[in-house]
């Protein structure tokens, strides 16, 4: 079978060419990755690589979700160079999205918080459990991954979760993690592990702020609940 090579589009419709003449936002997610590949194999152009790995909303489902080089690498046609550069393209629009110089951060309510731990946990595959160091006006000075879990949980010890707050110095601290299923729904197990944290957080003198959950565009907030 022949495969079509990107010199064989017409010249409007090569990813790069309308990107020029349009401007990208015009071109599909297929496109913008093609870009990035540059070149594809023998068997595949780089668009059809691009369109394996953008169908079914994989942009989002799958590649928004990916932090490491060997999760890229395992998809046929993308070599170390390719897949570096597709991750590193990732990790600048997870940046973006978030982007804001951190002392400036203030969480007025869940909601504050939720928005700003979205884009870094809303497509991960596996379980993030984060701290986020608060000062005494709840400003953020500083986040944290404690502990990454599997498909399904994350295990954390309340040791993990405080000292980061002991060394900085922080007044307060607020945790999240996010659902891979998409569903924040707090689990039998997410409630005793708030418990434990709650109770921590009194002997030790650093105030829990809120445990929230986040899924798929959507969030719990223990705090908003009265779970806390």
Do not use: W
């Given at each position: 079978?022949?495969?079509?090579?990107?010199?064989?589009?017409?010249?409007?419709?090569?990813?790069?060419?309308?990107?020029?003449?349009?401007?990208?936002?015009?071109?599909?997610?297929?496109?913008?990755?093609?870009?990035?590949?540059?070149?594809?194999?023998?068997?595949?152009?780089?668009?059809?690589?691009?369109?394996?790995?953008?169908?079914?909303?994989?942009?989002?489902?799958?590649?928004?979700?990916?932090?490491?080089?060997?999760?890229?690498?395992?998809?046929?046609?993308?070599?170390?160079a390719?897949?570096?550069?597709?991750?590193?393209?990732?990790?600048?629009?997870?940046?973006?999205?978030?982007?804001?110089?951190?002392?400036?951060?203030?969480?007025?309510?869940?909601?504050?918080?939720?928005?700003?731990?979205?884009?870094r946990?809303r497509?991960?595959?596996?379980?993030?459990?984060?701290?986020?160091?608060?000062?005494?006006?709840?400003?953020?000075i500083?986040?944290?991954?404690?502990?990454?879990?599997?498909?399904?949980?994350?295990?954390?010890?309340?040791?993990?979760?405080?000292?980061?707050?002991?060394l900085?110095?922080?007044?307060?601290?607020?945790?999240?993690?996010?659902?891979?299923?998409?569903?924040?729904?707090?689990?039998?197990?997410?409630?005793?592990?708030?418990?434990?944290?709650?109770?921590?957080?009194?002997?030790?003198?650093?105030?829990?702020?809120?445990?929230?959950?986040?899924?798929?565009?959507?969030y719990?907030?223990?705090?908003?609940?009265?779970?806390?």
């Amino acid at each position: 079978m022949h495969i079509k090579a990107i010199k064989e589009i017409p010249v409007n419709d090569r990813p790069r060419e309308k990107m020029a003449l349009k401007g990208a936002t015009a071109l599909t997610d297929a496109e913008l990755i093609a870009i990035l590949l540059r070149t594809g194999t023998a068997e595949k152009s780089a668009l059809d690589i691009a369109s394996e790995m953008a169908a079914d909303s994989g942009l989002y489902k799958h590649l928004a979700g990916i932090t490491r080089l060997n999760e890229l690498t395992n998809i046929k046609g993308l070599g170390q160079a390719k897949a570096a550069t597709v991750l590193a393209a990732l990790e600048i629009g997870r940046r973006i999205a978030s982007a804001k110089p951190i002392e400036k951060i203030h969480f007025s309510c869940p909601q504050d918080a939720a928005d700003f731990l979205m884009p870094r946990l809303r497509y991960a595959v596996k379980e993030q459990f984060v701290v986020i160091l608060l000062n005494s006006k709840n400003k953020v000075i500083g986040t944290e991954v404690v502990s990454e879990g599997s498909l399904s949980n994350s295990i954390v010890h309340p040791r993990e979760v405080f000292t980061p707050a002991i060394l900085q110095h922080a007044a307060a601290i607020m945790v999240a993690h996010n659902h891979p299923s998409g569903d924040p729904r707090p689990s039998d197990e997410d409630k005793e592990l708030t418990g434990t944290l709650v109770r921590s957080s009194k002997v030790l003198g650093i105030p829990l702020v809120d445990h929230i959950i986040i899924g798929d565009g959507n969030y719990y907030s223990f705090l908003e609940n009265e779970a806390l």
